[in-house]
C-alpha cells in the first residue's frame, strides 16, 4: 500500500492506493507495466491504474454508485496532483524492488521493463 496526499498546501488529506495487481507486458525489445488498484481516504474507494513504458501516465478510473452516482472524493483532493503522485510513487516502488539484490536475476528481470521477459501478470 502507497500512501499519498493530493490536497495542496495541506497534510490532512491522505489517500492510500492499494495495489492490486501488475501486468507485464513485452514484445520484442519494448516492455509496458500496468499497475492496477484500489484509491481510498477510509470513505470512498475509487480505481487507479498507472501505465509505464512509451508514454507513462496515471489515471483514476470512474466507478459508479448503487445508486446511479459517480463516486468521487472531496474537493480537498487535487486529482491532477493525484495521478502525479500515484506515477512517482509506482515509479519509486518498481526501482525499489529492481534495486535489491537479495532476490534472484530473474526476479529482477520482472521488473526491469527496459529488457527483454515474457509476459507476467502478478496479482497482489
Not at 25 to 44: E, H, N, W
Not at 53 to 70: M, T
Not at 95 to 122: A, G, R
Request: aromatic share 8%; with cysteine.
Amino acid at each position: 500500500m502507497i500512501w499519498l496526499s493530493p490536497a495542496n498546501g495541506t497534510k490532512e488529506c491522505s489517500i492510500y492506493f492499494d495495489i492490486r495487481d501488475i501486468d507485464l507486458q513485452c514484445s520484442g525489445d519494448r516492455s509496458t507495466c500496468v499497475v492496477r488498484g484500489l484509491l481510498g481516504d477510509g470513505f470512498c474507494e475509487l480505481l487507479g491504474e498507472v501505465s509505464l513504458g512509451g508514454r507513462d501516465f496515471a489515471k483514476i478510473l470512474p466507478v459508479w454508485s448503487e445508486a446511479g452516482v459517480l463516486e468521487s472524493f472531496s474537493d480537498a483532493v487535487d486529482e491532477d496532483l493525484l495521478q502525479q503522485e500515484m506515477l512517482s510513487a509506482v515509479k519509486d516502488l518498481l526501482h525499489t524492488l529492481v534495486s535489491i539484490k537479495d532476490y534472484s536475476s530473474s526476479f529482477e528481470q520482472v521488473f526491469d521493463i527496459s529488457v527483454h521477459c515474457p509476459n507476467y501478470h502478478l496479482a497482489a
